[in-house]
């Protein structure tokens, strides 16, 4: 067995095809529009919402006198009035791994706006077993004990898996739906606390629900401790589309807020 710390990664962000942007502002007689964003996940916000009442510039709507310009005030705007639904056309994607089938169990009730794919346990043997230690474990006064006890009962197991596998020959196995059949089976001898992979795409104001509810006090640690992470690295890349968060400390881990809470 090996105690293991999850780790995320953001592999993917919606990237704006430029050529075909300036064709379309071209169109609608706005070729000068340029957007100063950090990245194409706020650019394409404001894109599809400046598309919306055509404010690019005064003017092309006889309606508007005035635009808000700079991305920063524009998605400032967004996030302020609640106009949620531009914030849905930019998706992040990351993999998330070294997580518990406990934290993927949570994280795949937040069912809007997201896609999953899980490292699948009826096709993926179980060989060397990997689990993290909540700090309540940790930092208990009979820390030294529980430690004993989770490693024996990962151990164990681990062996169990191993002696399945061999006593069903599954190396030799030929037909791989028999294969596939008895390593279904063998995952039910799985803990829930076992560490596992899981590819997690969302778009932004579906990932602005998350990081909010998860990160708040009273959510289970892992899950809080995977989207702190993930909100520190997103208010990092994507200033403006998390500008409203305010972080606290609890319990030795940030809680992210946002003053808007009608996104
Ligand atoms: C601290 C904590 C404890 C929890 N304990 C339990 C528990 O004991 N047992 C349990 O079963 N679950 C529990 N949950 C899970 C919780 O009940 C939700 O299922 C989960 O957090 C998903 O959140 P969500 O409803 O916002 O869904 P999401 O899928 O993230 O949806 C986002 C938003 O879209 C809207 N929406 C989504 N689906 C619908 C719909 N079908 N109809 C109308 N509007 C919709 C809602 O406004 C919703 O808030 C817990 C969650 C937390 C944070």
Redesign the pocket.
Known sequence: MKFTEPKIYLIGETVIKKDELSLYLNDVGASEWSTDSYSDMEAIAEVMGRLCYRSWKPGLNPNITKVREGNDKYLGHILEVGHGSVLEHGMFNFILANVSRVFTH?LV????GVAISQESLRFVRLTALKFWMPSCFKSHSKSERIKQLVVETIEYLERRQTELSELLDLDNLKKFDEKKELTSAMRRLAPIGLATTIGWSVNAR?LR??IE??T?P???EEIRLVFGKIAEKVKARYPNLFQDYEVEMVGGLPWYKTKNKKV
């Open positions: 949570e009730r937040h069912r809007v579906t629900h998350v509810m998860r708040a009273g959510t289970e």
